[in-house]
């Protein structure tokens, strides 16, 4: 059992960065962590995710701008998420997930960040941030 919870969001200008992050309690070991965001109308799109060797994939929303820092948390509890360049298109709230499993095949991880996060087993309350011009 894992209880995720995210910190960072807020209001931010167009153009600027944030920094979220997300701390996992209970056993975080043997997960494949990531990010999600659901913006108002659209469906839930995968952000990018990493697993427990440090592999990550980035979904198409990422569009360069968004990076998993490759530095972690020594005990891997907390995943962060840097945003930059911000537009007000990417205002939405961020979800923090997990899924949990010893090894995880490069498709199922394509799979899941290239969707609406079928797949994770476990999920934040999310974090809002919003971008204004």
């Known amino acids: 059992q894992v209880q995720l919870v995210e910190s960072g969001g807020g209001k931010v200008q167009a153009g600027g960065s944030v920094r979220l992050s997300c701390t996992a309690s209970?056993?975080?070991?043997?997960?494949?962590f990531g990010w999600f965001l659901q913006a108002p109308g659209p469906e839930r799109e995968g952000v990018a995710l990493?697993?427990?060797?440090?592999?990550?994939?980035?979904g198409d929303c990422a569009t360069g701008r968004f990076i998993i820092p490759q530095a972690q948390d020594n005990t891997k509890t907390t995943l962060h998420l840097e945003t930059n360049n911000l537009k007000p298109e990417d205002t939405a709230i961020y979800y923090c997930a997990a899924a949990y499993g010893s090894q995880f095949s490069d498709q199922w991880i394509s799979t899941v960040v290239g969707g609406t996060g079928n797949g994770m087993d476990y999920w934040g309350k999310g974090t809002l941030v919003t971008i204004s011009t």
């Open positions: 990493v697993d427990s060797d440090g592999r990550t994939a980035y």
């Open positions: 209970g056993s975080a070991y043997f997960y494949c």
